[in-house]
């Protein structure tokens, strides 16, 4: 199995402490683990505390709306917006209405893993799981342009990505003529022909997704819904530790979290990390 070229999660924490940057998170519920996590992050970056309740020893918005958070970032207050336990869709609308930003906010989101407890154990490696939100999904040429953002993503950090594409089946279950499954065979055929042509390793895995997730950096699921539950999946009960996922195709630099995340100790320090690349 290949190994990652660097430890991205050492690189990511040398990078933290490269910089002190701006960060607006944004608190509606002051959880103990969160607010202990914001103290701890703020050893090597400023940040702007957003929310109903003011907490010790950060700055402060009072504001439960989401646009407060994101015009932040669009009057260059802060470096970054942190979701935190904000609603995602309000938190949408405002990007959408501010910057005047068409199309998916999180469409290209490559997330860190700090660990991976697979087949076999590949740590600190770099992954990235694609279409992550159901109504990503609008073909092949839309895959194309979400995993080439996410390819320079990668590299940014000197990684070049091997890539994995599933499928529901394999290139001998087309002859079965049932078109749902045959369309998700062709098309991971069709895209592992594509990037091989442009120098990358890639590989069609079929349904196999824990051999993609061992030996892949890009993991491509065949739709918007099989790719949000496979990475949930993945993170709640593969054993993994999420360190983020930073939307790289936005004209801020937004991090989105789940809601179940209460613990940000390691989100934080990515994004910090990130602006510091």
Not at 67 to 95: Q, S
Not at 125 to 145: D, E, Q, T
Not at 154 to 174: N, Q, T
Request: with cysteine.
């Amino acid at each position: 199995m290949p190994k990652p070229s660097i430890d991205v999660v050492k690189k990511i924490s040398e990078l933290n402490k490269k910089k002190r940057n701006k960060i607006a998170v944004g608190v509606l519920h002051d959880y103990p683990l969160s607010i202990e996590s914001l103290k701890k992050a703020s050893e090597f970056m400023d940040l702007v505390v957003v929310g109903p309740k003011k907490i010790a020893g950060f700055d402060f918005v009072e504001s439960t709306d989401a646009h407060d958070l994101v015009k932040l970032a669009k009057e260059n207050k802060v470096d970054a917006v942190f979701r935190g336990n904000f609603d995602a869709v309000d938190l949408y609308d405002a990007i959408h209405e501010l910057y005047s930003f068409v199309g998916s906010v999180v469409s290209v989101s490559p997330t860190v893993v700090k660990k991976i407890n697979t087949i076999d154990a590949n740590l600190n490696a770099l992954r990235c799981f694609m279409p992550i939100s159901p109504s990503n999904y609008k073909g092949v040429a839309s895959k194309i342009k979400d995993v080439d953002a996410n390819i320079k993503f990668f590299e940014e950090f000197g990684v070049k990505p091997r890539l994995g594409f599933l499928s529901a089946g394999k290139p001998g279950d087309v002859l079965e003529g049932i078109p749902e499954i045959d369309r998700t065979i062709t098309e991971a055929e069709f895209l592992v022909n594509w990037y091989k042509k442009k120098g990358y390793e890639a590989i069609h895995f079929n349904h196999q997704s824990e051999y993609a997730v061992r030996d892949s950096d890009i993991v491509v699921f065949p739709d918007g819904i099989s790719g949000n539950q496979g990475a949930r999946a993945l993170m709640f009960f593969g054993d993994t530790v999420t360190l983020g996922a930073i939307s790289v195709n936005l004209p801020l630099v937004y991090a989105q979290t789940a809601e179940a995340f209460r613990d940000w100790s390691d989100l934080l320090p990515f994004l910090n990390g990130y602006l510091n690349r």
